[in-house]
């Protein structure tokens, strides 16, 4: 399914590069760990890093009830969310041609608040088990105080747009002559081991999914 | 040395996370590939991922001179530039006390377009090796027409501050006695081995800072 192009997410800049299938869209923002939040505060734009977490054709962001950001989302007031994949670098033979190969999605909308309830708790079991499958049934669940002092918002997927650079460098025709190496350094995200927590108890074993557990 | 904070700049949200030295701060822009670049257009704010690189106390940006990002900064809006660094996840004992350790700098002010002349090349040589080291040498130099086609922006790092999360969990006291796994799964962006471009001539050797490069 492709979500038709807005004036606002229709990707300008290099227009082949846009991409607006809600497949893409929703891989790109299920394989990041954060986003960037924007939005204005007293004529001020003001970009936060912060969670996310989607769940059909909804994004959800969370947080401190306490927190700024939510409290001025949570108005109705626009907000951009960006997330972004870098997948490496693009060495050209030319200075001018370097580049950087990535996927990154924009979604604009304004968020609506979680009414307080069944919901809330099934969407923070999401933010935990999409960064650790398998961890939401170890831990203690958040109780009446912590729900409390928890805000989610959601925003929909419908104002949503990619960009995608994949492949080798793109050279002028008379510079792949040049005697310049070229080609791509690939980025990724890498764990290393788990760092146990120095108050834990030796006799808890790293379970299966922290031991196996891969970007 | 450090900056004082301003009304802006202050973090609000869990106020000890909050650095405001200077080197801090350009220790996370030197080492942060991309950041994010929030500003407002038409009343709505817009938030793109972009390369930045910084030379004392300025951070510069650069692009295409069409691109609608630059053409909207140069005309000296406030401008809000945000950099991220995820350095591993925080697993609590509870659900409510799961974090992320992170590094990251907001940048608040407006930018200044850079008159094309000597400066230009000496920031576009820095954005080239400050990802690549040793690589400006090697290429092609950016000839007229491309500097033609190229912006660069600079911000002033006045207003700029860093929030930094690191080490275990912090649970409430109760629950250190759960029989639950806490720690931290450390992350950082890997390289895998440089992809030559198809249309390399096969007798250009791999250069030592391709083969070596580290994030």
Request: net charge negative.
């Amino acid at each position: 399914m492709a979500t038709a192009p807005t004036d606002r997410t229709r990707v300008r800049r290099v227009p082949h590069r846009g991409a607006y299938e809600r497949e893409t869209i929703e891989a790109i923002l299920d394989e990041t760990l954060i986003s960037h939040v924007g939005f204005v505060h007293d004529g001020q734009p003001v970009v936060i890093p912060t969670l996310h977490a989607r769940l059909g054709d909804r994004l959800y962001l969370h947080g401190s009830a306490a927190s700024r950001m939510l409290r001025t989302l949570q108005k109705g007031v626009p907000v951009c969310v960006t997330a972004t994949l870098v997948d490496g670098l693009v060495l050209a033979r030319s200075a001018f041609h370097h580049s950087v190969n990535y996927r990154s999605v924009v979604v604009f909308g304004t968020a609506t608040l979680l009414e307080p309830g069944e919901e809330t708790v099934k969407v923070l079991e999401l933010f935990t088990e999409r960064l650790v499958p398998g961890r939401w049934a170890d831990v203690r669940p958040p109780n009446r105080q912590e729900l409390k002092g928890t805000k989610v918002l959601s925003l929909p997927l419908d104002e949503a747009s990619a960009k995608v650079r994949t492949g080798p460098p793109i050279d002028d025709d008379e510079d792949y002559d040049l005697p310049v190496w070229a080609g791509v350094l690939p980025l990724a995200t890498q764990v290393a081991e788990a760092q146990p927590d120095p108050r834990l108890d030796p006799a808890i074993e790293t379970p299966g999914y922290v031991a196996r557990w891969r970007p």
